[in-house]
């Protein structure tokens, strides 16, 4: 099967309002000061499910799969906390690592192998670090401190209910939500006896 049979996908949180558009505009001002662009080619989102490959034909195998697994899952908060880095390679908004963001995590990266046989890429096996990425990839090494200068200090803190999960697609040039998921209110069902 060639690769052009197939597209590609990954699984995110898309922060709500404001902080969807705070995030936006950080991303659009680092390109109009500084001329980073790579960070623009997705919508603000925390990575879930890193990028794989599935075949159109089978996308509502796809899509119905992970609707059965948001409905499974509870809604809960999530917080970000100023900003980091990894290296002199990323420059992200610092999301705070809950017990239910890891559970779901987890859960998810549990349900793509087993359910679809989707894998990370490669085989790797990263620990989880959720984050907002701002810049990643053009920046120069030159330029990192002076782009790190900026946010090291810098305070931000925002929070909110995820309340769904979102499916990526690549259109070839770059990333779009291409599905939402809502995520259920599931409890644990009483004995009816």
Do not use: C
Request: hydrophobic share 40%.
């Amino acid at each position: 099967m060639l690769k052009e049979d197939y597209q590609r996908y990954f699984i995110a949180l898309i922060p709500p309002e404001p902080i969807f558009s705070e995030m936006q505009e950080e991303k659009d001002r680092l390109f109009r000061d500084y001329g980073l662009k790579q960070a623009l080619k997705s919508p603000p989102h925390i990575t879930l499910q890193m990028p794989f490959r599935w075949k159109p034909a089978k996308e509502d195998i796809l899509i119905d799969s992970l609707a059965n697994f948001a409905a499974l899952q509870p809604t809960f908060p999530i917080s970000l906390e100023g900003f980091d880095r990894f290296g002199m390679r990323v420059i992200f908004a610092s999301v705070q690592l809950s017990d239910e963001l890891a559970k779901m995590q987890r859960e998810l990266k549990q349900w793509m192998r087993q359910e679809l046989k989707v894998f990370d890429r490669d085989g790797l096996q990263r620990p989880f670090h959720p984050h907002l990425t701002l810049a990643f990839r053009d920046i120069k090494k030159a330029l990192f401190p002076v782009l790190w200068a900026e946010y090291e200090s810098r305070q931000y803190e925002a929070a909110y209910l995820v309340d769904q999960i979102a499916l990526l697609k690549h259109d070839g040039k770059q990333w779009e939500v291409y599905r939402g998921f809502t995520l259920g209110m599931s409890s644990p069902q009483k004995d009816p006896s």
